[in-house]
């Protein structure tokens, strides 16, 4: 319980958790950043390598595949949204993330400190000055599928151990991944579970 911690111990969980808020935005950011320049290229491979393959193999002339690349085009119009604010994306993610870094030296301080209130306080002022920072950054909306790469980064990319490590309450399996995903999951095990029940249906039936 917190009237068992010490004062340090309470800072550091004060860190960690705004450490989670600038670290996980960062990624975020970056996420969008990575999506919205990648994605017009990988639509330009894509166009240019099924309309090389139709020349060649006539199936991939038929509807199916000329309806599969009139969607990648629509997502290419969205990700173009996106492009004439990379650079705001980009400034942003790295000004998050050397604050992400501000606060893991942070963290260290504390944790290495001998507790005395007068050190403390000085790091309590250090996390409320970088918190004012963080508050002022953030660019949104933030592109389709950002989240999903924004979970893999932080939890399995970037160093995140020390949030992991002081932060109250802990990070549960479900924290490293977003709810989208499982939902997907979800409608993927659904709908195999759905084709394998027709498919004995259908060979009992015969």
Request: hydrophobic share 45%; proline share 3%; charged share 20%.
């Amino acid at each position: 319980m917190s009237q068992n911690k010490s004062p340090r111990d309470l800072l550091l969980e004060q860190i960690a958790s705004e450490g989670y808020n600038v670290g996980y935005s960062a990624s975020l950011h970056f996420a969008t950043l990575d999506i919205a320049s990648k994605v017009p290229t990988m639509v330009t491979v894509t166009s240019f390598a099924v309309g090389i393959l139709g020349l060649v193999y006539p199936q991939f002339a038929d509807k199916l595949p000329s309806a599969i690349l009139l969607i990648i085009g629509i997502c290419m119009l969205y990700a173009r949204d996106y492009e004439s604010r990379l650079g705001e994306y980009e400034r942003t993610a790295i000004q998050l993330n050397n604050l992400y870094k501000r606060l893991h030296d942070l963290a260290i301080d504390a944790k290495s400190s001998s507790g005395q209130s007068a050190q403390l306080d000085e790091f309590r002022q250090r996390l409320i000055n970088i918190r004012t920072e963080a508050s002022d950054l953030n660019v949104s909306p933030q592109i389709f599928g950002a989240s999903w790469k924004a979970h893999h980064r932080f939890f399995w990319v970037i160093d995140s151990s020390w949030v992991r490590e002081h932060r109250n309450p802990k990070f549960s399996w479900r924290d490293m991944a977003p709810l989208s995903a499982f939902v997907g999951l979800g409608v993927i095990a659904s709908a195999l579970l759905a084709g394998g029940i027709h498919l004995f249906i259908n060979a009992l039936c015969q």
